[in-house]
């Protein structure tokens, strides 16, 4: 600590400019006030860092037996902190460039002097100046002395309430570094409590390089931060215990991760990751709220928690630390969103990350198995989302399917693909709420007949993404409730049934198109029914049923929209109706008959009719002509 000794003060106005930045870092600028440690230890940090570098070119600044450490005490009493490092410490005229005026930093000047391989070993050598006003949040009033290493210049004090102006005179210090006296605020007083101090360290800045010593309840100064990051160590040297425990205690995860990712980038790009595939889902993992799981630290000092901007919203669960040695201490969210160097360290995340579901898809096919279980609807966003990496997401997607016997027998695309019948041009889907309602739709039909296997789509996702999708190794997606179906040689048997039975029901089908014309586009045969009388289908570019029942449920408006009536000509319900219009196309019963294929079309596949008491009133009528016969 210096010597409290000092020459007449000189006052010294901020600038303009500098007293809005000033009054912006006080009141606009951080969220939460405790950060003002974070700043204070992460310059503190730099300064020793600074020192440490200096010293390879000259020696003498640093001797041998001497510890490079962040000391901080507290006096409840007095309600002060005191923060010190023997550091780099300041000359006054770095402290007037640096600390009198705010916009300008002096590790910024400090990186300028040097060029080469200088910068690159300089890594973690960070801005001085801006971050350091953050402590005014919190305090009343600030006294900084400061001694520059290897220079004769004797020492100064800074003081400042953080208003209009500072005070500068010479002091005695026996050391190089600086000391910060924090004069807390009557109503900051809890960050004088020697607790509040190690939460606050152990939250921002555990990983500092550098040990931080806080004395204990018995003036014993004791480390109270671990001085090398588990991201910054060898992953051979790590055992998975310690994976585990960092990712329970550190991460916040529960039990243990389902797979976990340690790297680290050396080069023009600097970064260290160490990120982990949760085995469960977290609560909040669907709701408009949600947060990403993936914390920033820059040049092992903590930036924030739920860092959006690392990685693409389809790979939120990911928990973990990404620590860049090339971002700016003082980044915020909004300049993160146009950062080249996060855009790079994003870009190189994604395909790792990717590549590890690879790796678990391939290897080991039950623990992916789970991994999609738990996450794949979110991961399927990245298909409409992550046009980059969508043959790599194709891949990796999986669904149900008819030839699987449950929802957890999965396929992937590659899978559908290399099982598809001989003569299969096309790879078939249907939309559905459940596995329970797709499986027994009867647009299903004609395909469980041929065993061509369908994809079961019951994520609410699936809806959304399979335009996206389009088409996977030259086979195109088809849904089974659009369009008029081609299944090629596979359904040609079906085709000249069809083409036959055209003429023989085309009178049938105006009549019915003419009843049902307020609900019906068209009335047609099909090849795509083999027990059902009856389904709707809509045209090949109009929005499937599916959807539009869920554009409804969000309170969309959805112009209504009229599907076309395909009828069976095979099943006996088309065949006694053939037959009373040809003795009387007038028949007032093909009335009500027209009307219940419509309606069970709907509820076969999940739909409400129209009218419910007027399909009650139709089928009533019905089993009363029946039971009377």
């Not at 060898?234 to 205690?249: H, K, L, R």
């Not at 409804?552 to 006996?572: C, F, S, W, Y």
């Amino acid at each position: 600590m210096a010597n409290t000794k000092s020459t007449e003060s000189q006052h010294h106005q901020f600038q303009t400019e500098a007293k809005q930045l000033l009054h912006l870092m006080i009141h606009s600028l951080y969220t939460h006030k405790e950060v003002f440690l974070r700043e204070l230890v992460s310059n503190a940090s730099d300064a020793l860092d600074k020192l440490r570098f200096e010293s390879l070119t000259n020696p003498s600044l640093i001797d041998d037996k001497t510890e490079l450490a962040i000391k901080i005490k507290v006096d409840k009493t007095a309600k002060t902190i005191t923060i010190s490092d023997n550091g780099i410490g300041m000359s006054r005229k770095d402290v007037m460039d640096n600390i009198g005026t705010i916009a300008r930093s002096g590790s910024k000047a400090f990186l300028e002097k040097m060029t080469g391989d200088q910068k690159a070993d300089s890594n973690l050598i960070g801005q001085f100046g801006v971050g350091f006003y953050s402590v005014f949040m919190v305090a009343s009033s600030v006294k900084l002395y400061t001694k520059l290493a290897g220079s004769d210049e004797p020492a100064v004090v800074w003081e400042s309430s953080g208003e209009s102006e500072y005070t500068l005179s010479e002091t005695e210090k026996e050391t190089h570094g600086t000391d910060i006296v924090i004069y807390l605020k009557d109503e900051e007083g809890q960050y004088a409590e020697e607790h509040q101090i190690r939460s606050l360290i152990k939250k921002y800045s555990d990983f500092i390089a550098f040990a931080i010593y806080l004395p204990d309840e018995k003036g014993k100064e004791q480390i109270i931060n671990q001085t090398k990051p588990l991201w910054l160590r060898s992953a051979s040297a790590i055992t998975t215990e310690q994976y585990e425990e960092f990712y329970q205690q550190v991460i916040g995860g529960i039990g243990s991760p389902l797979s976990t990712l340690h790297n680290r980038a050396e080069g023009i790009l600097e970064y260290s990751s160490l990120l982990f595939i949760p085995s469960k889902s977290p609560f909040d993992l669907f709701s408009m709220d949600r947060k990403h799981g993936v914390k920033l630290y820059v040049k092992r000092v903590f930036i924030m928690d739920d860092c959006k901007e690392i990685l693409p919203e389809y790979l939120r669960f990911v928990r973990g630390v990404v620590d860049s040695e090339d971002l700016p201490l003082n980044v915020s969210r909004e300049t993160l969103q146009h950062n080249a160097v996060m855009g790079k360290i994003s870009k190189t995340l994604v395909g790792k990350i990717l590549g590890k579901l690879q790796e678990l898809a391939e290897k080991e096919p039950q623990t992916y198995k789970s991994f999609w279980q738990e996450f794949g609807p979110v991961f399927k966003e990245g298909l409409h989302s992550d046009f980059e990496n969508r043959e790599k997401l194709l891949e990796l997607v999986r669904f149900q399917s008819s030839m699987g016997q449950s929802k957890d027998d999965l396929v992937s695309l590659k899978q559908y693909v290399e099982r598809m019948r001989p003569d299969q041009k096309d790879i078939y889907y249907i939309t559905g709420d459940s596995r329970e309602i797709v499986e027994k739709s009867p647009h299903l039909e004609v395909f469980k007949s041929k065993s061509i296997e369908v994809l079961y789509l019951v994520d609410p996702i699936d809806e959304w993404i399979i335009n996206d999708i389009y088409n996977f190794q030259e086979k195109k997606l088809k849904s089974v409730t659009q369009g008029d179906l081609d299944l090629g040689e596979l359904g040609k048997e079906e085709e000249e049934s069809r083409k036959k039975s055209d003429t023989k029901y085309k009178k049938l089908s105006e009549r019915i198109k003419n009843i049902l014309a307020d609900s019906v586009k068209e009335v047609r045969t099909t090849t795509r029914l083999k027990d059902s009388p009856a389904c709707l289908v809509a045209d090949a570019n109009a929005m499937g049923a599916h959807m539009e029942k869920m554009m409804k449920a969000m309170g969309q408006d959805v112009p209504a929209q009229k599907r076309i009536l395909e009828i069976n000509t095979q099943h006996p319900i088309l065949q006694n109706m053939n037959e009373r219009y040809q003795k009387d196309p007038k028949d007032p019963e093909l009335e009500q008959w027209s009307s219940l294929l419509f309606e069970g079309a709907l509820i076969a596949e999940g739909q409400m009719v129209p009218d419910p008491m007027a399909y009650s009133k139709r089928v009533n009528d019905l089993l009363v002509k029946v039971s009377s016969i």
